[in-house]
């Protein structure tokens, strides 16, 4: 197999054509490889890391009729035939950035047990994880809140929404933004990615 390139801004601009089968076909040709190849790459990584087979699932993009898609992405999760309706993690770009997360989506039932160990949990989480690392409660949003400047509240909010919202849902992760020297140095990403899982196992094990 070839080595991991990274991503450069060509990889970004696709976010940038305007059309849905223009953007997918430059998506597909140039963007999906990459995706297909961490997917490979990081699937024992995390396997070890869960302590269960984690399997590879790149975003396809296709119940889209008419809109482009803004984001794309590579997950991986404890079953063969989907992710959503698991706790995941993830690696993705939008037109700004690459995240790199666990997530929890509306699909999943696992969302309550989440708020509940995040809930008994919660000083310590916020002790360990990264200042850095950011929380949002939205996947098609590009947005989040920095896990540094949160308060007590911010947290008793995400986990009081994921106990009675049916559809909430919860990321949590590393955002690098598009032209970081990191993200054109496949080596360095990769252990980088590898580094970020390491510290978002614990949300992923409160998940169960």
């Given at each position: 197999?070839?080595?991991?390139?990274?991503?450069d801004?060509?990889d970004?601009?696709?976010?940038?054509?305007p059309?849905?089968?223009?953007?997918?076909?430059?998506?597909?040709?140039?963007?999906?490889?990459?995706?297909?190849?961490?997917?490979?790459?990081?699937?024992?990584?995390?396997?070890?890391?869960?302590?269960?087979?984690?399997?590879?699932?790149?975003?396809?993009?296709?119940?889209?009729?008419?809109?482009?898609?803004?984001?794309?992405?590579?997950?991986?999760?404890?079953?063969?035939?989907?992710?959503?309706?698991?706790?995941?993690f993830?690696?993705?770009?939008?037109?700004?950035?690459v995240?790199?997360?666990?997530?929890?989506?509306?699909?999943?039932?696992?969302?309550?047990t989440?708020?509940?160990?995040?809930?008994?949990?919660?000083?310590t989480?916020?002790?360990?994880?990264?200042?850095?690392?950011?929380?949002?409660?939205?996947?098609?949003?590009?947005?989040g809140?920095?896990?540094?400047?949160?308060?007590?509240?911010?947290?008793?909010?995400?986990?009081?929404?994921?106990?009675?919202?049916?559809?909430?849902?919860?990321?949590?992760?590393?955002?690098?933004?598009?032209?970081?020297?990191?993200?054109?140095?496949?080596?360095?990403?990769?252990?980088?990615?590898?580094?970020?899982?390491k510290?978002?196992?614990?949300?992923?094990?409160?998940?169960?």
């Open positions: 197999m070839t080595a991991f390139t990274g991503f801004q060509k970004f601009d696709v976010f940038e054509i059309g849905l089968e223009p953007r997918m076909e430059v998506l597909i040709e140039r963007v999906r490889p990459k995706l297909e190849q961490l997917g490979a790459e990081l699937a024992p990584f995390l396997s070890e890391l869960s302590g269960e087979p984690m399997y590879v699932h790149v975003a396809k993009h296709a119940r889209r009729t008419v809109n482009p898609p803004k984001d794309t992405w590579v997950a991986w999760a404890s079953a063969k035939r989907g992710y959503k309706a698991l706790p995941h993830e690696v993705g770009m939008f037109a700004t950035h995240f790199v997360i666990f997530a929890i989506i509306y699909e999943s039932p696992n969302k309550t989440f708020a509940e160990g995040l809930d008994k949990k919660l000083q989480i916020r002790k360990e994880l990264p200042s850095n690392f950011y929380w949002s409660m939205d996947h098609m949003s590009p947005e809140l920095i896990h540094g400047k949160m308060e007590d509240q911010d947290f008793q909010k995400m986990i009081d929404k994921l106990r009675s919202v049916k559809k909430a849902e919860v990321m949590c992760g590393l955002r690098i933004n598009a032209g970081e020297d990191v993200l054109k140095d496949g080596e360095q990403l990769l252990e980088t990615i590898r580094n970020t899982f510290k978002l196992t614990p949300l992923y094990q409160i998940a169960f």
